[in-house]
């Protein structure tokens, strides 16, 4: 996405909200206690869909039974695949302060394979990047994570991946832009 293409979908006045967006924008900041902002200001055109979005959001990003640095791994790891600046600029700092090294953000955001990965990095790198690029994930792959995560960290991952996806395309699609003064972290990948 071009730093200066058009966002498709900005925010709504709220002088031109439906009473059924009105009810979603008073139902986020009950959840979240925040305004709705980044992927959040083009889903409200579906307020049903925002808010049962949210409300998967909200356990995958608090309540997963992966730590913080891995959640935030994964995270980084869809925004990646997906080119989602807004996410990754969203998610960088938290992964940074849940602990993880920045050499691994750095090779991920370059499109590289991370060279010193903690042995749980490497199991969920190899998950979430074979699910992305393959459209499924081989048997060794999907022991490994079993054995380290169990069936709930894997099933928790690969719900990361696929929230984390949803967001990004409906921010490609519609263009949504990075908060002001910040710069895009990600290049396209060329595959």
Same mark, same amino acid.
């Given at each position: 996405?071009?730093?200066?293409?058009?966002?498709?979908?900005?925010?709504?006045?709220?002088?031109?909200?439906?009473?059924?967006?009105?009810?979603?924008?008073?139902?986020?900041?009950?959840?979240?206690?925040?305004?709705?902002?980044? #992927?959040?200001? #083009?889903?409200?055109?579906?307020?049903?869909?925002?808010?049962?979005?949210?409300?998967?959001?909200?356990?995958?990003?608090?309540?997963?039974?992966?730590?913080?640095?891995?959640?935030?791994?994964?995270?980084?790891?869809?925004?990646?695949?997906?080119?989602?600046?807004?996410?990754?600029?969203?998610?960088?700092?938290?992964?940074?302060?849940?602990?993880?090294? #920045?050499?691994?953000?750095?090779?991920?955001?370059?499109?590289?394979?991370?060279?010193?990965?903690?042995?749980?990095?490497?199991?969920?790198?190899?998950?979430?990047?074979?699910?992305?690029?393959?459209?499924?994930?081989?048997?060794?792959?999907?022991?490994?994570?079993?054995?380290?995560?169990?069936?709930?960290?894997?099933?928790?991952?690969?719900?990361?991946?696929?929230?984390?996806?949803?967001?990004?395309?409906?921010?490609?699609?519609?263009?949504?832009?990075?908060?002001?003064?910040?710069?895009?972290?990600?290049?396209?990948?060329?595959?």
């Amino acid at each position: 996405m071009s730093g200066s293409a058009q966002d498709r979908m900005p925010p709504i006045p709220p002088d031109k909200l439906t009473d059924a967006q009105k009810k979603a924008v008073d139902e986020f900041r009950a959840a979240r206690n925040a305004a709705v902002s980044g #992927p959040f200001v #083009p889903m409200l055109r579906s307020p049903e869909v925002m808010n049962r979005a949210r409300a998967m959001g909200d356990y995958l990003r608090y309540k997963s039974v992966l730590p913080p640095r891995l959640s935030e791994f994964a995270i980084l790891i869809a925004s990646r695949e997906w080119t989602q600046n807004y996410e990754w600029d969203a998610h960088y700092t938290l992964a940074m302060q849940a602990g993880l090294h #920045p050499d691994v953000a750095a090779a991920l955001a370059e499109g590289k394979r991370p060279a010193r990965m903690a042995e749980d990095e490497e199991i969920l790198y190899n998950l979430c990047t074979e699910l992305h690029r393959t459209k499924g994930v081989s048997d060794a792959t999907y022991q490994r994570a079993v054995a380290k995560f169990g069936e709930q960290g894997v099933i928790d991952a690969i719900g990361i991946q696929g929230y984390y996806t949803l967001l990004a395309m409906v921010m490609n699609a519609a263009r949504t832009p990075l908060p002001d003064g910040h710069t895009p972290a990600l290049k396209p990948l060329s595959r």
